[in-house]
Every structure is written in structure tokens, then in C-alpha cells.
């Protein structure tokens, strides 16, 4: 578990076409956004809320080009050193005969390298929990979190999303991080503030 | 957008030198190559190069220029809306169609009807009567589909299908320029009618392209040898020419102020289809020489044994080089196919890379040792280079430069990848 428990701002959009001026009016304003959690990925979020562009595809490379060696190194010394076959009457260094698997364990190890630095980055894994700002982020709500530091106006934040056109806000006290356990003891705002969640 | 865009100088100025080039190099070859002195195979080699390298080029270009009107087919039948900012570039090119195929035909025609069996070794009647020494039982077995008829037919016959359903389809798209905007009703039926005819021409590239027109036109010069996925290597490497060619016009069309919907977007979007289309191409390469390789067949593996030992072993791994390490390499990383320079030294190398692969599809089988990448050969190149540029030009400058009332050219706009 890492972060600690913070306070936020957290407000609701029904439309992604009132989300970008949000965000962007939000971060004008000078509010630090912690995150954004859409029910379905939005192109050009990322570039709007100035988050960098990842770096899960050098990754991704580095993890192919891993299976690639290990391909080739792992048969060609099998096939001429251990265990020297004669297949075919092929020699002994087939590499054309080698290339299908050396492309399937590139694509196995990037393929499997990348979901797991994912699951990484987003600190995502069973029995792993996270806090949910609200519940219905997951279905058809666009739910945007703003930081409070200690020279936020709590007041302040929740008029200006209200502005920008935001149906529902709230203040919430949330962990930032990763737990282990159970929602229920932890996530009480839902079960107090809406009835049927 | 409604005034016509007009040809920069400097593009008649290279046309005009293209082609004044190339037949100045078609004239030499007139000239010194004797081209209708009659040659069995390695008997008059200047003769046989002279409709080889006219074969490789003609056939190549039809090729690409064809694969424009390929991708407006294909995006038109996914209902892509991402490509209509741009979709007159392939309009403009797939124009040039009818031009090289007559070209084409020609020179095709001249070849089988002309007994030049130092090309088309399967022309020569000898082969299959019974009776003479000649006689070739595989040939013989092969006669129902490789005969001058049949090649004759079908080519005519594909040659008019791309022109006549190419045609149709711009047709659709000028005249939208003309009718003004189009309500739902109204828009749905016309994408409906492009839907329709954007079909037939994918049906029928499937029979040409897709199968029979590479067997008859490239594959038939080695007669005994045959690959069921020649024709869909054929197809990758005239496709990802195509989508590098359609790629250069964007650029060339950016540069000079026009197509003011591209962005970034668009040409990474094209950029992933010559990425994408050049490791298909490599997958092709690949499958159809492994499966030869692996197998070991005498009749199989005298293909490759040409071409991989000498002259042609170089030109063989260039092709490997050129066609699938640079664009992999150089091409995998997002800002690669945003960038407009790049994206242009990419196309050139690709369209080069692909006419090295037919120059390797065709000489081998026709010159053999005598193969040559002379001053001629690039000359019959810019030769068919300077038409392309004279056609497009020609359809660019007089039709506006953007699809302003297809229904979809929201979609475009706001494309975003």
C-alpha cells in the first residue's frame, strides 16, 4: 500500500463532449487532476489532460526482441551443439525452418511482457484493490478527480465544475493507492450517500 | 476548394523530362537491342531484355496504380470514413489505369502473338504435339489455362473490368461534387450504389490480381514452376507500392497548400499500411520459400536455386533488406509515421524496393546471367514514372481536390488515431 489518504474533488460528466473543455478549463484553472476514469477509452484524453505519452511500447519492443534471442539462441544450440539431429537432410543450422518460432515467441514475449507491465503500471492484479470514485465510472459515467493541496478551495473547485458543466460532485477522503482486501470496509461513501450501490 | 489546382512548373518540367528520358531510352533500345529479331531462349539476349524489362515495368506500374483503386474499394466496403479527406489522391492515380493498361496489353500481346518464347517459353506450339521432340508433358497438362486464347481473352478482359468499374466508382465521387450536399436519404443511397460497385471491383480484383493475372503475366515465364501464393505476393508488393505511392502525392499535394483536411492523422494512418503491408509482403516472401525449401523438390527449388546463387543472390537479400528490415525497423515507432520526410524517403524506398522485387521476378527466367540495371532499365522506368505524373496531374488539376459532399467527410476531419 502506497500514497496514503488524500481529499478530493470528484465530479461526474455524462458527455465526453463536456469532459475535454472540462479538463481543459480544470487544469487552465491550475487544479492538479489525479485521474480520469472513463467507462470506455477516450481518444486524445491522454494528450488533453497533458499525461505523457507512455512508454509501454519500448517495452513492449525490449520483451520481443528478448524472445527473439532466446529463440534463436535456444534452438540453434540445440540443434547444433546438444542434441545435433539430421532432420530431412537439412543441415544441421536450419534457420528458415527456425524463423516460425522465433516470430512466435517474439510475439509470446512481448505479447505477455506487455500485459503484465501494464497490469503494472496500472497496479492491477487479483485481490488487488483500488479506490473507486464512483461506482458508475465503470458503466456510463465520466468521473474526473481533483487533487486537493493545501491551497485548494474545496468550495471553490466544487463551483467551478458545476460550471463546467459537471451533474454530480462530491468530496471524498480516499486512498491513493493499492490495498489487499475487501471493498466493504474501506469503501463506505456509496453505501451511506446512494441507496442501491 | 472549388478552383481547380494548378500543376507547379516544376512538375510539368519533371513529366515533361520523365518521359522524354524514357523514350529516349525506349528508342535505344529500338535501335540496339533488335527487339523483333525472333531469339529462342539465350539466343539473342539484348532482344529477350528488351521485352523483359518492358514487361517488368508495364506489368509493375499497371500494378500499383491499379492498388489505388484497390484501396478505395476497401475502405469503401469497411465503410471507412477516415480516408475521404484524402480519397481523390487515389482517385487521381487510379486514373493512369487505363493508360498503362493499354500499355500493357501491348506489349503483353506483342510478347505472346510476336512468339517470343525467350519470355513466354509455354507460346511455343512444338510443346504440345505428341509427336515432336519437344514435346513437354507438364506444359501439355497445363494447356487448358496457358494458352495464347485464354491469355489473350482474360487480359483484354481484366484490363477493361479495372478501367470500366475504376471508372464508375470516380465517376460516383465527381459527380457528388456537382449535386451539392446530400441529405440522409440521399447519402445513404449513394453509399449504398459505391458499396455495390466497390464490391464488384473487389470480386473481380480477387479473380485478377488476387489469383489469375500474376500466374498469367509474371509466373508463366518460368512455365514448369508454379506457387499458389505467388499471386498474393504479387499483390503485397504492388499493394504497399500502391499505398507508398498514394503516400508521395499526400505529401507533394501538403507541400503545395492542398487537401486541407490531412493532418498528422491521416498520412500515420497511410504510414501504418505500408508498415503493415510491407511485413504481409515478408510473410508471403517468407511462407512461399520455406514451404520450397523445406520441401526439396527439384521442380520446386530451381526458382530459388536461380536467384540464390549467382548474379541474383545480392539483389535477392537486397529485396529482404529494402522490403522488410528498413520499414520495420525504421517504420515501427509512432513519430516515424508522422513524419512527413520520413514518410517520403520511406515511399521512395519502398516503390524502389518493389520494382527491384518484379525486376527479380522477371529476369532470372527470361535474361538470366545477361541481366543487367543499366542506364535502360531505369530509363523504361521513368518512362512509365513521367505517364503516371502526366495522368495524375492531369486529374488533379481539373477536378477540386477535396470530396466536399461525401457524406462521411466529418468523419475524416475529425479523424483522430
Same mark, same amino acid.
Request: glycine share 8%; net charge neutral.
Given at each position: 500500500?502506497?500514497?496514503?489518504?488524500?481529499?478530493?474533488? $470528484?465530479?461526474?460528466?455524462?458527455?465526453?463532449?463536456?469532459?475535454?473543455?472540462?479538463?481543459?478549463?480544470?487544469?487552465?484553472?491550475?487544479?492538479?487532476?489525479?485521474?480520469?476514469?472513463?467507462?470506455?477509452?477516450?481518444?486524445?484524453?491522454?494528450?488533453?489532460?497533458?499525461?505523457?505519452?507512455?512508454?509501454?511500447?519500448?517495452?513492449?519492443?525490449?520483451?520481443?526482441?528478448?524472445?527473439?534471442?532466446?529463440?534463436?539462441?535456444?534452438?540453434?544450440?540445440?540443434?547444433?551443439?546438444?542434441?545435433?539431429?539430421?532432420?530431412?537432410?537439412?543441415?544441421?543450422?536450419?534457420?528458415?525452418?527456425?524463423?516460425?518460432? &522465433?516470430?512466435?515467441?517474439?510475439?509470446?514475449?512481448?505479447? $505477455?511482457?506487455?500485459?503484465?507491465?501494464?497490469?503494472?503500471?496500472?497496479?492491477?492484479?487479483?485481490?488487488?484493490?483500488?479506490?473507486?470514485?464512483?461506482?458508475?465510472?465503470?458503466?456510463?459515467?465520466?468521473?474526473?478527480?481533483?487533487?486537493?493541496?493545501?491551497?485548494?478551495?474545496?468550495?471553490?473547485?466544487?463551483?467551478?465544475?458545476?460550471?463546467?458543466?459537471?451533474?454530480?460532485?462530491?468530496?471524498?477522503?480516499?486512498? &491513493?493507492?493499492?490495498?489487499?482486501?475487501?471493498?466493504?470496509?474501506?469503501?463506505?461513501?456509496?453505501?451511506?450517500?446512494? %441507496?442501491?450501490? | 476548394? !472549388?478552383?481547380?489546382?494548378?500543376?507547379?512548373?516544376?512538375?510539368?518540367?519533371?513529366?515533361?523530362?520523365?518521359?522524354?528520358?524514357?523514350?529516349?531510352?525506349?528508342?535505344?533500345?529500338?535501335?540496339?537491342?533488335?527487339?523483333?529479331?525472333?531469339?529462342?531462349?539465350?539466343?539473342?539476349?539484348?532482344?529477350?531484355?528488351?521485352?523483359?524489362?518492358?514487361?517488368?515495368?508495364?506489368?509493375?506500374?499497371?500494378?500499383?496504380?491499379?492498388?489505388?483503386?484497390?484501396?478505395?474499394?476497401?475502405?469503401?466496403?469497411?465503410?471507412?470514413?477516415?480516408?475521404?479527406?484524402?480519397?481523390?489522391?487515389?482517385?487521381?492515380?487510379?486514373?493512369?489505369?487505363? /493508360?498503362?493498361?493499354?500499355?500493357?496489353?501491348?506489349?503483353?500481346?506483342?510478347?505472346?502473338?510476336?512468339?517470343?518464347?525467350?519470355?513466354?517459353?509455354?507460346?511455343?506450339?512444338?510443346?504440345?504435339?505428341?509427336?515432336?521432340?519437344?514435346?513437354?508433358?507438364?506444359?501439355?497438362? %497445363?494447356?487448358?489455362?496457358?494458352?495464347? /486464347?485464354?491469355?489473350? @481473352?482474360?487480359?483484354?478482359?481484366?484490363?477493361?473490368?479495372?478501367?470500366?468499374?475504376?471508372?464508375?466508382?470516380?465517376?460516383?465521387?465527381?459527380?457528388?461534387?456537382?449535386?451539392?450536399?446530400?441529405?440522409?436519404?440521399?447519402?445513404?443511397?449513394?453509399?449504398?450504389?459505391?458499396?455495390?460497385?466497390?464490391?464488384?471491383?473487389?470480386?473481380?480484383?480477387?479473380?485478377? /490480381?488476387?489469383?489469375?493475372?500474376?500466374?498469367?503475366?509474371?509466373?508463366?515465364?518460368?512455365?514448369?514452376?508454379?506457387?499458389?501464393?505467388?499471386?498474393?505476393?504479387?499483390?503485397?508488393?504492388?499493394?504497399?507500392?500502391?499505398?507508398?505511392?498514394?503516400?508521395?502525392?499526400?505529401?507533394?499535394?501538403?507541400?503545395?497548400?492542398?487537401?486541407?483536411?490531412?493532418?498528422?492523422?491521416?498520412?500515420?494512418?497511410?504510414?501504418?499500411?505500408?508498415?503493415?503491408? !510491407?511485413?504481409?509482403?515478408?510473410?508471403?516472401?517468407?511462407?512461399?520459400?520455406?514451404?520450397?525449401?523445406?520441401?526439396?523438390?527439384?521442380?520446386?527449388?530451381?526458382?530459388?536455386?536461380?536467384?540464390?546463387?549467382?548474379?541474383?543472390?545480392?539483389?535477392?537479400?537486397?529485396?529482404? @533488406?529494402?522490403?522488410?528490415?528498413?520499414?520495420?525497423?525504421?517504420?515501427?515507432?509512432?513519430?516515424?509515421?508522422?513524419?512527413?520526410?520520413?514518410?517520403?524517403?520511406?515511399?521512395?524506398?519502398?516503390?524502389?524496393?518493389?520494382?527491384?522485387?518484379?525486376?527479380?521476378? /522477371?529476369?532470372?527466367?527470361?535474361?538470366?546471367?545477361?541481366?543487367?540495371?543499366?542506364?535502360?532499365?531505369?530509363?523504361?522506368?521513368?518512362?512509365?514514372?513521367?505517364?503516371?505524373?502526366?495522368?495524375?496531374?492531369?486529374?488533379?488539376?481539373?477536378?477540386?481536390?477535396?470530396? %466536399?459532399?461525401?457524406?462521411?467527410?466529418?468523419?475524416?476531419?475529425?479523424?483522430?488515431?
Amino acid at each position: 500500500m502506497a500514497g496514503g489518504i488524500k481529499k478530493f474533488v $470528484v465530479g461526474c460528466f455524462e458527455d465526453e463532449a463536456v469532459l475535454f473543455p472540462a479538463v481543459k478549463n480544470v487544469r487552465r484553472a491550475g487544479y492538479k487532476i489525479h485521474d480520469v476514469y472513463t467507462p470506455f477509452p477516450v481518444h486524445g484524453l491522454d494528450h488533453a489532460m497533458g499525461l505523457r505519452e507512455t512508454s509501454l511500447h519500448t517495452a513492449g519492443f525490449i520483451y520481443g526482441i528478448t524472445g527473439t534471442t532466446t529463440a534463436l539462441t535456444c534452438i540453434s544450440w540445440i540443434f547444433t551443439k546438444d542434441w545435433p539431429l539430421n532432420i530431412g537432410g537439412k543441415p544441421h543450422f536450419a534457420l528458415p525452418a527456425w524463423i516460425p518460432i &522465433t516470430f512466435e515467441l517474439t510475439v509470446l514475449f512481448a505479447a $505477455v511482457g506487455m500485459v503484465l507491465t501494464f497490469c503494472y503500471l496500472c497496479q492491477l492484479s487479483p485481490f488487488v484493490k483500488k479506490h473507486h470514485f464512483h461506482p458508475r465510472a465503470t458503466d456510463d459515467l465520466f468521473v474526473m478527480a481533483i487533487e486537493c493541496t493545501e491551497k485548494t478551495n474545496e468550495a471553490e473547485v466544487t463551483a467551478f465544475l458545476e460550471k463546467a458543466g459537471a451533474i454530480e460532485i462530491n468530496t471524498q477522503n480516499a486512498e &491513493t493507492g493499492w490495498w489487499i482486501g475487501r471493498y466493504d470496509k474501506v469503501q463506505k461513501l456509496y453505501a451511506e450517500t446512494e %441507496k442501491g450501490y | 476548394m !472549388s478552383k481547380s489546382f494548378e500543376l507547379p512548373e516544376n512538375y510539368n518540367k519533371w513529366t515533361k523530362g520523365l518521359i522524354g528520358a524514357g523514350l529516349i531510352a525506349l528508342l535505344y533500345g529500338f535501335i540496339a537491342f533488335h527487339p523483333f529479331e525472333h531469339a529462342g531462349h539465350g539466343e539473342n539476349v539484348n532482344s529477350t531484355r528488351f521485352w523483359a524489362v518492358l514487361l517488368q515495368n508495364s506489368v509493375f506500374f499497371l500494378l500499383i496504380t491499379n492498388a489505388s483503386m484497390f484501396f478505395i474499394g476497401v475502405t469503401t466496403l469497411a465503410m471507412g470514413g477516415w480516408q475521404v479527406a484524402l480519397k481523390r489522391v487515389p482517385e487521381a492515380i487510379s486514373s493512369v489505369v487505363p /493508360v498503362l493498361g493499354i500499355i500493357t496489353l501491348v506489349i503483353l500481346l506483342s510478347i505472346v502473338w510476336g512468339g517470343r518464347t525467350d519470355i513466354f517459353h509455354w507460346i511455343d506450339p512444338e510443346l504440345y504435339n505428341p509427336a515432336s521432340p519437344k514435346f513437354d508433358k507438364i506444359l501439355n497438362g %497445363k494447356k487448358g489455362f496457358l494458352n495464347p /486464347v485464354f491469355f489473350t @481473352v482474360w487480359s483484354i478482359l481484366t484490363v477493361f473490368l479495372w478501367w470500366f468499374i475504376g471508372q464508375k466508382m470516380r465517376s460516383f465521387s465527381l459527380q457528388s461534387d456537382a449535386n451539392g450536399p446530400m441529405d440522409y436519404e440521399t447519402g445513404k443511397k449513394w453509399i449504398n450504389k459505391n458499396i455495390l460497385w466497390a464490391s464488384l471491383f473487389i470480386v473481380f480484383f480477387g479473380l485478377s /490480381v488476387g489469383s489469375t493475372i500474376p500466374w498469367l503475366w509474371i509466373m508463366s515465364i518460368d512455365a514448369h514452376w508454379y506457387s499458389t501464393m505467388f499471386s498474393w505476393y504479387t499483390f503485397a508488393s504492388s499493394f504497399v507500392a500502391g499505398m507508398s505511392l498514394i503516400a508521395i502525392y499526400i505529401v507533394f499535394l501538403k507541400n503545395k497548400g492542398q487537401l486541407e483536411y490531412v493532418t498528422d492523422e491521416h498520412l500515420h494512418d497511410i504510414g501504418k499500411f505500408m508498415f503493415a503491408f !510491407s511485413v504481409f509482403w515478408t510473410y508471403l516472401w517468407f511462407s512461399q520459400y520455406m514451404l520450397i525449401w523445406y520441401a526439396n523438390i527439384p521442380e520446386e527449388t530451381g526458382y530459388f536455386k536461380i536467384r540464390l546463387t549467382g548474379p541474383f543472390s545480392g539483389i535477392f537479400f537486397l529485396n529482404l @533488406v529494402i522490403n522488410f528490415l528498413s520499414p520495420l525497423l525504421i517504420f515501427m515507432k509512432k513519430s516515424a509515421k508522422r513524419n512527413w520526410t520520413l514518410v517520403t524517403i520511406m515511399a521512395v524506398l519502398i516503390i524502389f524496393g518493389h520494382w527491384i522485387d518484379f525486376w527479380q521476378m /522477371v529476369m532470372p527466367g527470361t535474361v538470366a546471367n545477361h541481366a543487367a540495371l543499366m542506364p535502360f532499365e531505369f530509363g523504361i522506368a521513368a518512362l512509365f514514372v513521367g505517364i503516371i505524373m502526366w495522368r495524375v496531374g492531369v486529374f488533379l488539376s481539373s477536378h477540386p481536390m477535396t470530396a %466536399k459532399n461525401h457524406p462521411f467527410l466529418k468523419e475524416s476531419i475529425i479523424h483522430h488515431t
